[in-house]
């Protein structure tokens, strides 16, 4: 069936871009993966609405999208709040929702987290690149044209009325994962913490950065003490292959978190955000305080394992 025209862009916020999953296995040829930085949120709003996970849904940052239905559809939002507000009323978040055609749907500001996650019944209708529906923004390709939403830009859904009958699906309560301002990330050392001394060890764990506004969707910058290398080493290491969640350290000491929007450094990396903890890192706001917990691979493992088994047991309690 043909895509159909369902959401028009009344306001596009401060950035919002389509985005699944990602475009993984090309890093080589210098793409980077892009994708949904809370790939927890984006794969609940998902499943809320009878789609597979790594669907494309909609990324808003902090305030301002403002979106008209142009058809009926099923609707959810995850992620941070933004005061969700359905013709001017409060929406319940982490549930599926039918809105009709006429109504608008208004991300009014942050009262907590950072991004928040659209996705409707059906799928954001754009083209496949190398397997993904992700903007790359950096690139300009990708999403809708490659790049940010922009007002009057019209979004299309493969059979947006397939899935009303899901409507009223909801996250358990006690599953919703909490944004605050201060957060702890856990992390294992590497691949180049021998670089550093047990000085700059030791100031990495033991202190509290800040998040600065020069953050984006390539990376976290953070201000805080110096993390200092080896004084018997060169400051730069050989541009190697990065991945989401490698913690860089340039000249200055003040560590950089690489985001989805990279795929080589040429920094130092003292340590890497573990897998279950990399959906934080996309609630994570300028401002915000962040301390690092090191912790042994077999932790790290089986805090996945447990974020996937909630995932699972989502899943297998929706009917159908």
């Known amino acids: 069936m043909a895509d159909v025209n369902a959401l028009q862009v009344l306001s596009p916020g401060i950035q919002s871009t ?25 794969r609940i709003a998902n499943l809320l609405v ?20 142009l058809t009926d559809m099923l609707v959810a939002v995850t992620g941070a709040n933004l ?9 319940q978040m982490w549930c599926s929702h039918i809105i009709c055609k006429g109504d608008v749907l208004t991300f009014s500001g942050a009262a907590s987290g950072f991004r928040a996650y659209l996705s409707v019944g059906g ?14 923004l950096p690139s300009c390709f990708g999403g809708l ?22 409507a009223e699906r909801c996250l358990p309560p006690d599953w919703i994962p909490a944004y605050p301002a201060r957060w702890t990330l856990r992390v294992l050392w590497g691949p180049q913490d021998h670089h550093f ?20 969707r390539t990376g976290i910058r953070l201000q805080g003490p110096a993390v200092h290398s080896r ?27 690489i985001l989805g929007e990279t795929v080589t450094g040429g920094y130092r990396k003292i340590a890497t955000v ?27 493992t089986d805090a996945l394992r447990r974020q996937e088994e909630r995932i699972e047991g989502f899943k297998k309690s929706l009917p159908g």
């Open 18 to 42: 389509v985005q699944d999953l990602g475009r993984h296995g090309y890093g080589r040829y210098g793409v980077a993966p892009s994708g949904a930085l809370d790939g927890f949120a984006l």
């Open 274 to 300: 573990i897998s279950a903890d990399l959906p934080l890192l996309g609630q994570m706001k300028p401002g915000d305080a962040v301390q690092f917990k090191a912790i042994l691979p077999a932790e790290a």
């Open 231 to 257: 004084t018997d080493i060169a400051e730069s290491i050989i541009s190697e292959g990065v991945v989401a969640g490698a913690i860089q350290v340039p000249g200055d000491g003040q560590p950089i978190i």
């Open 197 to 216: 001394s047990a000085e700059g060890r030791q100031t990495f764990c033991s202190h509290a950065y800040m998040l600065s506004p020069d953050s984006d």
């Open 50 to 69: 009878g789609n597979r996970e790594d669907e494309a849904g909609l990324e808003t940052t902090l305030m301002g999208l403002t979106l008209q239905a």
């Open 83 to 91: 005061q969700l507000r359905l013709n001017g009323k409060p929406l």
């Open 145 to 166: 044209h490659g790049r940010a939403l922009q007002k009057d830009d019209i979004l299309a859904v493969a059979d947006p009325g397939e899935n009303l009958s899901l």
């Open 123 to 136: 799928g954001i209708g754009v083209p496949r690149i190398m397997g993904s529906k992700s903007t790359n």
